[in-house]
């Protein structure tokens, strides 16, 4: 694949199924991270450090008086802090980096997932729990008590309620003499 050499192409990562997600999971977020007057500082490059260890991700939002243009911006957050940029919507730009221990957003890899699995944590975590079994199996039995023989007491559903209503001339039930309707008797 070509290297792009656009700068508003540059910076963003490659377009993907997870790129998708992020953009649909950052679609309701609010801007945590502000780049001001003094442009891309420490100060902001640590808050984004910050927010995107806590939150994996985040929206950044780029002032107007800042000094640099937002694709100039979205290329020094994503070199300092090490993180991906998802998005950039106007001044707007939406940013991930993976959480190390537990990602909401890509699996983790394989050899991870094995490893966990090994450890007794991973091992308690993989087994069911006696009482999901336990109510597993009460839930199997009330599903085929209700099957039984004595439940069926006729062939159709609701046949002893339309049997009284006609023995007791109920009309809302299907009993009785019907009804002249709206235009009358024909």
């Known amino acids: 694949m070509p290297e792009t050499t656009s700068p508003k192409k540059r910076a963003l990562m490659p377009s993907s199924p997870l790129r998708r997600t992020l953009r649909a999971a950052g679609h309701h977020l609010t801007a945590i991270v502000q780049v001001g007057k003094e442009g891309v500082t420490t100060a902001v490059v640590q ?15 780029v002032g107007t008086e800042s000094p640099e243009d937002r694709f100039e911006t979205a290329e020094r957050l994503r070199v300092d802090a090490g993180a ?49 079994e336990r109510a597993a199996r009460g839930f199997e039995r009330k599903r085929f ?21 006609k023995a007791s ?11 002249a309707g709206p235009r009358g008797r024909r």
């Open 84 to 132: 991906q940029v998802a998005q950039i919507l106007g001044r707007t730009m939406l940013m991930y980096r993976r959480h190390p221990e537990s990602p909401r957003f890509e699996p983790k890899p394989a050899g991870e997932l094995r490893a966990a699995k090994a450890s007794p944590v991973g091992r308690r975590l993989a087994k069911p729990s006696p009482r999901g």
């Open 145 to 165: 008590a209700k099957a039984g023989p004595e439940r069926k007491r006729s062939g159709k559903p609701g046949a002893e309620r339309k049997a009284f209503a």
């Open 47 to 61: 808050q984004l450090d910050e927010a995107l260890r806590a939150h994996e991700l985040v929206k950044v939002k």
């Open 169 to 179: 001339g109920d009309r809302k039930r299907g009993g009785g003499k019907p009804s």
